[in-house]
Nanobody, 115 residues
Framework: QVHVVESGGGLVQAGGSLRLSCAAS????????MGWYRQAPGKQRELVAD???????NYADSVKGRFTISRDNYRNTVLLQMNTLKPEDTAVYYC?????????WGQGTQVTVSS
């Protein structure tokens, strides 16, 4: 059975930091990319950052220089270090695992940044 589980969300003041973690298990297909998306109330889900097996990263312009994505291929985990958080970063953050056959999503973790 496939499990994609996020953790690390919470409430933080503007300027603070949080680290999100995602662990994937039970996936039998080769994983190409792992990434983080977010969805704020009333808005579409958007890419925050993703990373390939080889370590190539891709960031949304709005988080460049503040967020860092990293990955442990052996453990099928992906981390998102979020620094200098802003109120506009408030959203539900979802982990996405992209394999050669299909994609898997986690249930999401809430990040709330107060001003």
């Amino acid at each position: 059975q496939v499990h994609v589980v996020e953790s690390g969300g919470g409430l933080v003041q503007a300027g603070g930091s949080l680290r999100l973690s995602c662990a994937a298990s039970g996936i039998i297909f080769s994983i190409n990319r792992m990434g983080w998306y977010r969805q704020a109330p009333g808005k579409q889900r958007e890419l925050v950052a993703d990373i390939t097996t080889g370590g190539t990263t891709n960031y949304a312009d709005s988080v460049k220089g503040r967020f860092t994505i990293s990955r442990d291929n052996y453990r099928n985990t992906v981390l998102l270090q979020m620094n200098t958080l802003k109120p506009e970063d408030t959203a539900v953050y979802y982990c996405k695992v992209l394999t050669i056959r299909r994609d898997y999503w986690g249930q999401g973790t809430q990040v709330t940044v107060s001003s």
